[in-house]
């Protein structure tokens, strides 16, 4: 017959031995929550908010290095965090089969330890480092740094596996990180969290678009276009340059052909001078095509010195538009307004007051 006392020893002794397997349980599980909020926090940090905390920070800046070897820093989260998984899913077994039962003891562990893990070693950590990624970083990076060094040999043996993955499929290394639509995103982000105001994300955002827009995109149709006919007068060309406000306008033949520019200073000076004809102030003129860049146009207006072109298209052999670098600068700022606009914009207030009186 058994001696109850015995018994009650060896459960008592079994007891003990599940507290320290249960504080090592609880360890394994916050250290599965630290893996998890640290993969998190890297891949949602901001590298201008790190930037900005590395002038001051020295965490900061060693957070800056780890991100520079993502693959590695991947690779070590993710051995630690499968390592303290297993040991934790044994652990919680050998807890469970001692107070539930080699039957009931694994049922058990696989639902509670799931929940378990699913809301305190993921959901709930991941969330949190989400929210205050920067700060988690700064202030973990050292106790993260103990399992990057520790990891360090497993590191080296992904690190050569994937060079010969990158050998075998020919996976090119030089592909661009990051493209213009992520870099797009980057920038509205940015503008949302109030580092940017509106003016500077739309300045941004045009500048990255400019030198894909065409001269064809923004160009004056031919239809639309103020021209001097040679056989106007000096007065027809005088009311011309009053009634448009332009300070350069394309001079052409009767059948369309632009022989180049008139500038409006030169011909009041013809006039008030008398000394000169018409085609003496004729100044040439740029042809560019439609398909060419309006970066390359702006280029080539600072290389001639000019700030307006034609547009003619070769295959149709025939002048298309005009186009200046009011046009081109307006894709970057906006609407531009001259002393002529604001000469205009004056009128019209002027002439609404009369009405209104």
């Given amino acids: 017959m058994d001696d109850p006392s015995t018994s009650s020893h060896i ?8 507290i320290p397997l249960g504080i090592v349980l609880i360890i394994l599980i916050l250290l599965s929550a630290f893996f998890s909020a640290t993969e998190t926090a890297f891949t949602s940090a901001s590298n201008v908010r790190l930037k900005k905390l590395a002038i001051t920070k020295r965490t900061a800046r060693r957070v800056l290095k780890y991100i ?4 590695q820093l991947l690779s070590c989260i993710l051995i630690g965090n499968n390592i303290v998984n297993i040991l934790a899913t044994t652990i919680s077994s050998i ?14 562990t696989t639902i509670g330890l799931t929940i378990i893990i699913l809301i305190f070693g993921e959901i709930t950590p991941k969330m949190l480092a989400h929210e205050f990624a920067e700060s988690f970083l700064c202030r973990t990076i050292y106790f993260f740094e103990l399992f990057y060094y520790l990891f ?21 290394k030089k592909s661009p990180t990051l493209t213009e639509d992520e870099f797009k995103m980057i920038v509205s982000d940015i503008k949302d969290e109030g580092v940017l105001n509106q003016n500077e994300h739309d300045l941004i955002q045009k500048s990255i678009i400019f030198d894909d827009t065409l001269v064809q995109d923004i160009m004056t149709k031919m239809d639309d276009v103020v021209s001097i006919n040679r056989r106007m007068s000096d007065i027809e060309i005088k009311n011309l340059f009053e009634a448009n406000n332009y300070s350069r306008v394309p001079y052409m033949t009767e059948d369309g052909e632009v022989l180049g520019v008139i500038y409006q200073k030169d011909f009041y000076e013809m006039l008030l001078e008398k000394n000169c004809e018409i085609e003496d102030i004729v100044n040439p003129i740029i042809f560019v095509r439609p398909n060419l860049r309006i970066a390359s146009l702006f280029k080539l207006f600072q290389k001639k010195k000019q700030h307006l072109a034609m547009v003619y298209d070769y295959t149709k052999r025939e002048v298309c538009g005009l186009v200046t670098m009011e046009d081109v600068l307006e894709e970057l700022v906006g609407e531009i307004d ?3 606009d604001a000469e205009d914009d004056e009128k019209e207030n002027f002439n609404s007051l009369e009405e209104q009186n």
């Fill in 68 to 71: 520079e070897k993502y693959d």
């Fill in 95 to 108: 807890i469970c089969t001692q107070l539930w039962g080699a039957t009931l003891g694994p049922i058990i």
């Fill in 11 to 18: 459960i008592f002794a079994s007891n003990m031995t599940l």
């Fill in 152 to 172: 360090y040999p497993f590191n080296l043996m992904f690190d050569g596996w994937k060079w010969l993955i990158a050998k075998i499929f020919k996976i090119d």
């Fill in 338 to 340: 001259d002393e002529y």
